[in-house]
Nanobody, 116 residues
Framework: QVQLAESGGGLVQAGGSLKLSCVASGISFSVKAFSWYRQAPDKQRELVASISSGESTNYADSVKGRFTLSRDNAKRTVYLQMNSLKPEDTAVYYC??????????WGNGTQVTVSS
């Protein structure tokens, strides 16, 4: 059974930093791509960043230059380092991967709140 567990969210002032983690189990971690999404109140879930099995990364324009996505295959963990946080980054952040059957797997999310 594929499980994703996010952690690292919290309350931070604008300009601050947080590092989110996503630990995966039940899946061949090293061959999988992972993505981080976020959903703010009354808004649609949006893609923040993604990382391939080969560690290629892509970022939404809104976070380029501020967020860095990385992975540690030995720890089965994907990290999202978020710097220069803004109030508009406030959202629940979700980790996602795709199983061999094409099914999307999501974690339960971690809340990030940035105060102005």
């Amino acid at each position: 059974q594929v499980q994703l567990a996010e952690s690292g969210g919290g309350l931070v002032q604008a300009g601050g930093s947080l590092k989110l983690s996503c630990v995966a189990s039940g899946i061949s971690f090293s061959v999988k791509a992972f993505s981080w999404y976020r959903q703010a109140p009354d808004k649609q879930r949006e893609l923040v960043a993604s990382i391939s099995s080969g560690e290629s990364t892509n970022y939404a324009d809104s976070v380029k230059g501020r967020f860095t996505l990385s992975r540690d295959n030995a720890k089965r963990t994907v990290y999202l380092q978020m710097n220069s946080l803004k109030p508009e980054d406030t959202a629940v952040y979700y980790c996602k991967t795709v199983g061999y059957n094409g099914q999307d797997y999501w974690g339960n999310g971690t809340q990030v709140t940035v105060s102005s």
